[in-house]
């Protein structure tokens, strides 16, 4: 396990407390991936905090797209071409590790 001064991440990076996430770990973790974030990403990454923080599960990326169609007033298809447009590694390779999400043990990339 990889550690920081400040949070532990697994061996993939993601962090092993979903709790201890703020902006600047996002924001470093985004560097990492080579995303520099912007309003679009952080109304995701909020969305996603949001979402765990209420639910304490990390949400499927069709929660993702559907509030990405509200938010905009597009349909979900264009939602999630979007999302991978942020995040073009996909949504558990950036979206959810940047977000301070612990890696998903099974996922439906929806």
């Not at 400040?6 to 991936?33: C, K, M, Q, S």
């Not at 912007?38 to 990390?58: A, G, K, Q």
């Amino acid at each position: 396990m990889q550690q920081s001064a400040t949070y532990a991440r697994d061996a993939e990076g993601y962090l092993v407390h979903p709790e201890d996430w703020n902006a600047d770990i996002a924001t470093r973790l985004a560097a990492e991936e080579q995303i520099e974030l912007l309003d679009e990403h952080w109304s995701v990454l909020r969305f996603v905090r949001t979402y765990w923080e209420e639910h304490r599960i990390t949400p499927d990326i069709r929660h993702v797209a559907k509030h990405l169609a509200a938010m905009q007033g597009i349909d979900k298809k264009a939602a999630k071409q979007q999302l991978f447009q942020l995040f073009p590694y996909g949504y558990v390779k950036q979206t959810c590790k940047i977000a301070g999400m612990q890696r998903p043990r099974a996922w439906s990339t929806g």
